[in-house]
Structures are given as C-alpha cells and as structure tokens.
C-alpha cells in the first residue's frame, strides 16, 4: 500500500531548477506535517525541508536554505519542494515523508517523526 508518492525527479545541470511533488494518500496524512528528506550514493539519508499543513511554517536544513522552497496547496493535498540553483551535491534520491501526529518545531527534523514515506525520486546534478 503507497502512501506517499513523489514525482519530478530527473537530470538538471549545476545552477538549473526542479520541482518535486509529493501527494499523500489520504487526508489521515493532511493535518501536520510533510517533510523532504535525502540520501546520497553511501550517506545517511539527511533532512531537507519541512513544513506544516495548518499555518504553512517551513523549516529547512541549512545547506538548502535560500536555495529550496517547500510548499503546499491544501486544497489539492499537495506538497512542493522547489529546487533552484542546483549543486552537484545536492545529488540524491529524494523522499517525501508524512506523519498523522502533531510534531513538535523541535523534532520534525529527524525522520521517526514520520509515519510513512515516499518511495523516492533520483536527482542527479551534473557538473
């Protein structure tokens, strides 16, 4: 059973621009929070960005901030994350991550606040 799916991965060269997208299942997953996480060739998967459905506060990791924007439309049930200004290490499956508990500011940054997860998208980054 899928509960999250990502799309809009691909091969964009240093500096392009990506949009991932990230539906939940079912509106169980709509009420707190989705987040972006990574995981480079041979590294732990890494936090990216977070971000509430009820009031849209975002939170990001500090090596995207400036660079990646997350959103979403509620109406759609739908999450965001925009990437622009691509770096060759920002190489990585992506994964799109949802939880159906409240999540506090100070832990929605690590992956046991969420219950289910994306399959993953591959972006590759060429130099």
């Known amino acids: 059973q899928v509960e999250v799916v990502e799309s809009g991965g691909g091969l964009v060269q240093t500096g392009g621009s990506l949009r991932l997208s990230c539906a939940p ?3 169980t997953f709509s009420r707190y929070a989705m987040g972006w996480f990574r995981q480079a ?5 890494d936090f990216v960005a977070a971000i509430r459905w009820s009031g849209g506060s975002t939170y990001y990791a500090d090596s995207v901030k ?7 439309d509620n109406a ?22 949802a939880t159906k508990r409240q999540v ?8 046991y606040s969420y219950d ?12």
Not at 66 to 72: E, K, L, N, P, Q
Not at 116 to 127: K, R, Y
């Open 25 to 27: 299942s079912d509106r």
């Open 41 to 45: 060739p041979g590294k732990e998967r």
């Open 66 to 72: 400036g660079r990646f924007t997350i959103s979403r």
């Open 76 to 97: 759609k049930n739908m999450v965001y994350l925009q990437m622009n200004s691509l770096k060759p290490e920002d190489t990585a499956v992506y994964y799109c991550a």
């Open 104 to 111: 506090w500011s100070s832990t929605i940054y690590y992956e």
């Open 116 to 127: 289910a997860w994306g399959q993953g998208t591959q972006v590759t980054v060429s130099s």
